[in-house]
C-alpha cells in the first residue's frame, strides 16, 4: 500500500510529459527493431512461400511481387517427383529420430559421469568433448569413412562371421552407432548442455538418494532425469532439427538411400539441364520448401516448450 507521498509522486512521475514522451520513444524504437529483425529473418521463408505456387508465367510479370496471379500446384508436384519426397521424408525422420533419442540417452550419461562423479582425468576428458565442438567434420572424413567401411568390433565380427569387416555404408547403423557412443553430430554441445543443468541441481537431492539406497544409475533415471526436462526437450529439438538438415554425414555415408537434403543436391544437378534459369531457381526454392515444411510445422507444436526450455537451461547452467 502507497502511502500519499508516495501516490502523488508516482502520479506526478507517471503524468510528466518529459517522461511520456521518452516512454513513447522506446515504444516505437523497440517495435521498429523487432519488426524490422523479424522481416530480416522471415524473409526467405516468405519468398519460397510465395514462389512456390506461382505459374511460370508470373515470373516475367514485374506486377506479381509476392501474391501470385495464377496460383498452381505444378511447382509442388515436380520439387515432389524430383525428390522422390515420400520415401526420402521416411528416410529422414526414421534416421533424425533414432539419432536423437539415442544421442539423448548417451549424452545424458557423459554428462552425468562429467557433472557428478569425480574420477582422475575428468577435465581432461571434459576438455576434448568441448575439443570436438570447434573441429571441422572434414578433418576426419576419411577415418570416419573407413571406420564403417571396414568396421570390425577388436576383432569380434571375424570370430562371429568369419569375415575380416562388415560394410555399413548405405545403412542407418554409421548415425546410429556414433550416436550411441556419443560421437554423432553436435554431441559435443549436447554433453556440455546436459552437464551445466546437471551442475545446478542441488547436491542434497542427490545424496539423499544415495541415502536411501539408490545407486548411481537408478539416481540417474528417477531423480537427475525427471529434473532435467528443460535440458531434455532443448537438447531433443537441436538434435532432431540438425540431423534433419545435415547433408555432409549422409552424403559420406549414404550413396543409395535418399533422404531430403541429399535428394535436394541431386534435384539441383536434375534440373542442369533445364535452360529457364529463372524457373529452376524456383524449382528449387520449392524444394527447399518441401524440405523445411516438417521442421516448421514441428515448432509450431513445440515452440512453447522449446522457448521454456532454453530459458530454464540458461537459468540452472
Same mark, same amino acid.
Given at each position: ?25 522506446? %515504444?516505437?524504437?523497440? @517495435?521498429? *527493431? $523487432? ?10 521463408? +516468405?519468398? /519460397? =512461400? ?44 526414421? %534416421?533424425?529420430?533414432? @539419432?536423437? *533419442? $539415442? ?10 559421469? +562429467?557433472? /557428478? =562423479? ?66 554423432? =553430430? ?132
Amino acid at each position: 500500500m502507497k502511502s500519499p507521498t508516495e501516490y502523488a509522486n508516482f502520479i506526478s512521475y507517471k503524468f510528466n510529459p518529459q517522461e511520456k514522451a521518452k516512454y513513447w520513444l522506446w %515504444i516505437v524504437v523497440r @517495435t521498429v *527493431l $523487432i519488426t524490422g529483425f523479424c522481416f530480416i529473418i522471415l524473409f526467405p521463408l +516468405f519468398l /519460397r =512461400l510465395s514462389v512456390a505456387f506461382r505459374s511460370k508465367t508470373d515470373i516475367y510479370d514485374p506486377t506479381v511481387l509476392w501474391i501470385p496471379k495464377t496460383f498452381t500446384l505444378d511447382n509442388l508436384k515436380i520439387a515432389i517427383g524430383a525428390t522422390d519426397y515420400w520415401s526420402s521424408l521416411l528416410n529422414t525422420f526414421l %534416421i533424425s529420430t533414432g @539419432t536423437t *533419442l $539415442i544421442q539423448l540417452a548417451s549424452c545424458a550419461l557423459a554428462a552425468y559421469a +562429467f557433472a /557428478r =562423479l569425480k574420477f582422475r582425468g575428468s577435465g581432461l576428458l571434459f576438455g576434448l568433448v568441448i575439443f570436438t565442438i570447434v573441429v571441422p567434420p572434414q578433418t576426419i572424413m576419411i577415418p570416419l569413412y573407413l571406420t564403417y567401411r571396414y568396421f570390425d568390433l577388436f576383432g569380434i565380427v571375424g570370430v562371429l562371421t568369419g569375415k575380416s569387416s562388415l560394410n555399413l555404408i548405405d545403412t542407418f547403423w554409421p548415425f546410429l552407432l556414433s550416436s550411441a557412443t556419443a560421437m554423432g =553430430l553436435k554431441n559435443g554441445l549436447y554433453i556440455y548442455i546436459f552437464r551445466q543443468f546437471f551442475r545446478g541441481i542441488p547436491k542434497e537431492i542427490e545424496e539423499a538418494s544415495l541415502v536411501d539406497g539408490a545407486g548411481v544409475f537408478k539416481t540417474f533415471y528417477r531423480i537427475m532425469l525427471p529434473n532435467a526436462v528443460p535440458a531434455i526437450v532443448t537438447v531433443v529439438l537441436f538434435s532432431f532439427v540438425w540431423q534433419w538438415n545435415d547433408s555432409y554425414y549422409v552424403s559420406l555415408f549414404l550413396s543409395k538411400v535418399k533422404v531430403l537434403s541429399t535428394q535436394l543436391m541431386d534435384m539441383g544437378m536434375a534440373l542442369g539441364s533445364e535452360p529457364d534459369l529463372v524457373y529452376q531457381s524456383m524449382l528449387l526454392n520449392t524444394g527447399v520448401l518441401l524440405l523445411m515444411g516438417p521442421l516448421i510445422i514441428l515448432y509450431l507444436f513445440v515452440q512453447r516448450y522449446f522457448v521454456e526450455s532454453v530459458e530454464r537451461t540458461g537459468i540452472v547452467g
